[in-house]
C-alpha cells in the first residue's frame, strides 16, 4: 500500500472518532430542517453538514456498493476512489468488525462549473458517501455540497450546482439503501 493511501486510511480513522461515539451529536439533528430534493428521503437538517440514511434492513454492503455504482451512473457521476477503512485496519493487523467504507464520487461537468466560479469549493471534492455501522445498522452518510457553500461568499451560479450535486447525491443514497433497486 503507498504512503498517499495509509494517510488516507489514517485520516479517516479520525473520522470514526467523530461518527462513531454514542450519543453523537448528528443524531440529534435539529427540528429546524428542509424537504429532501428527492422523494421519499428524510428531510435535510439545517444545521447540520452530514446528511443521513437508514440502510434497509437485510442489505448488505456489497448491495450497497452495487447501488452507489449502478445510481452514480444514471447520475452522470462516477465512482471515482473506495477507501474501505476496515479493509486498511486489518491489513495493519488490527482488529476491526464493523464495516467503514467511503465511496468518492463525482460528476465532472457540475464539478467543473462550480470550481471555475469558487476555485476553493476543490476541498470539498469529490463528494462522498460514507457507509457505516452503528447500533448493528448500516447508515450512509455525506456532507451536503450546498451545506458546503456557507463557508463561501453569496454565489448564484455555484448554489445552484450544489443543489443539483445534492439532489444526485441523495438520489444515489435512496438506491444504495435499498439494495440497488
Known sequence: MNHYRSS??????????????PGQAMAKASA???PAP???????????????VDVQKG????QIKMGIETA??????????TLDIQQGLQQRGIKSNTPYVIYEVCNLVLGAKILQSMPEF????????????????????????????KYFPKNP?????????DR?????????????L
Open 122 to 149: 476543490g476541498a470539498f471534492a469529490p463528494c462522498k458517501i460514507v457507509m457505516y455501522e452503528q447500533g448493528g445498522k448500516l447508515k450512509l452518510l455525506t456532507y451536503l455540497p450546498t451545506y458546503a457553500l
Open 59 to 62: 442489505v448488505t454492503p456489497a
Open 8 to 21: 488516507q486510511i489514517l485520516s479517516a480513522l479520525g473520522l470514526l472518532g467523530i461518527f462513531l461515539l
Open 168 to 180: 444526485q447525491i441523495i438520489t444515489i443514497m435512496k438506491q444504495a439503501a435499498s439494495g440497488g
Open 157 to 165: 451560479a455555484a448554489q445552484k450546482v450544489a443543489q443539483e450535486l
Open 38 to 52: 428527492v422523494a421519499g428521503m428524510p428531510a435535510i437538517p439545517a444545521n447540520s453538514p452530514l446528511y443521513v
Open 72 to 81: 452514480a451512473e444514471g447520475e452522470n457521476m462516477n465512482l471515482v476512489g
Open 32 to 34: 429546524a430542517s428542509s
